[in-house]
């Protein structure tokens, strides 16, 4: 009954089946934009392959505060023994071709340096890396704190700061295009443990400093997520619609099914698979969605399994929860109702 009841109400079934995936397929290209927003911060420091970040003392960490220290600290560090290498870096922020950029100062064949997926790393001055979000090509001019550049390579996965590309540069061309050529630096990345940290400076390790370039982003996230919360409740309302709807004009087939002897039970399976069938039919369909919006969309997106599986869930409960409410119409339902009274 239930199966045919969806057949013979096929038009309402598919307009609530479309409602219902654009819902749940803006929210998970919503889900991907959060999981880029989490693994960006993690790529970013990852690429230094540093144990410590050495700071200014106040700096809440290398990347969300500017507060400089001299280039040379990095000396005094890889005077301990216990110290692989400590390599400078600056970091600051510059609009490239209308687009705001990180530009991250590197020390020549030091920490920090991303693979190119296109071109090299730069083996000169006045030659950067850009990430492929700016839309530069190999060989483009740029021009960075006033100064022009060459792209000679791409790089991939190296924004950071909701999803702002980052150049990689020199730090020599860094300094001189942003410190008047002072020598001094944002962090310094070191691989080992020194025993003490210099005067005036404070030493944060990777997980610190991926909680620190969280910070900024978490009332981004959370709007994400409220917004994801009210996407969900609007398909439940799609769904609990429509079963209602139906319960409301088979009134006289649920009367006369209980003057047969059939029970509410009984009828509650019914409507559990419509509301199951309508809402995975959604699920289906709003993956596909966001599987094709995702490459348009304004924001880079990375879906995780979880989210599918997430939205799979979600599609289950809302169609159990849907059908409950056309459980309580269906209960009220007189059997007396199927004789005319």
């Given amino acids: 009954m239930a199966v ?18 654009i819902a749940f397929g803006l929210a998970l290209l919503l889900a991907g934009a959060e999981e880029h927003l989490r693994r960006e911060s993690e790529r970013i420091v990852e690429l230094f392959a540093a144990d410590q970040f050495v700071v200014a003392a106040g700096s809440a960490g290398p990347f969300s505060t500017t507060r400089l220290l001299p280039a040379s600290t990095a000396d005094a560090l890889r005077a301990d023994p216990a110290v692989v290498s400590a390599d400078p870096f600056v970091q600051v922020r510059e609009v490239v071709d209308a687009k705001d950029v990180n530009v991250l100062g590197l020390t020549p064949d030091g920490a920090g340096w991303p693979e190119p997926v296109d071109g090299r790393l730069p083996a000169a001055s006045a030659e950067v890396i850009v990430d492929e979000l700016l839309g530069a090509d190999v060989g483009d001019t740029i021009a960075l704190g006033g100064r022009d550049a060459t792209v000679v390579g791409i790089s991939r996965d190296t924004s950071y700061y909701f999803a702002l590309p980052t150049v990689f540069a020199p730090i020599a061309d860094v300094q001189q295009a942003f410190l008047a050529g002072q020598s001094f630096a944002t962090a310094i990345a070191v691989r080992g443990a020194p025993a003490t940290a210099p005067a005036d400076t404070a030493a944060y390790d990777e997980r610190a400093v991926i909680g620190d370039l969280r910070r900024p982003l978490k009332s981004g996230t959370e709007t994400i997520r409220i917004i994801s919360v009210l996407l969900w409740i609007m398909a439940a309302g799609v769904v609990a619609s429509m079963l209602y709807l139906a319960v409301t004009e088979r009134s006289t087939d649920f009367a006369t099914s ?69 459980l309580r119409r269906t209960m009220r339902v007189d059997p007396a109702l199927a004789f005319g009274a």
């Fill in 258 to 326: 209980k003057a047969m002897g059939v029970t509410n039970r009984t009828l509650f399976a019914g409507l559990a698979v419509q509301g199951l069938v309508l809402a995975l039919a959604a699920t289906a369909i709003g993956a596909v969605i966001a599987l094709l919006i995702a490459p348009v969309f304004p924001f880079p997106v990375e879906i995780p399994v979880s989210a599918y599986i997430t939205i799979a869930v979600v599609g289950v409960a809302v169609g159990l929860l849907a059908s409950l409410i056309g």
């Fill in 4 to 21: 045919k009841d969806l057949l013979f109400r096929r038009r309402r079934f598919i307009t609530s089946v479309l409602a219902t995936s």
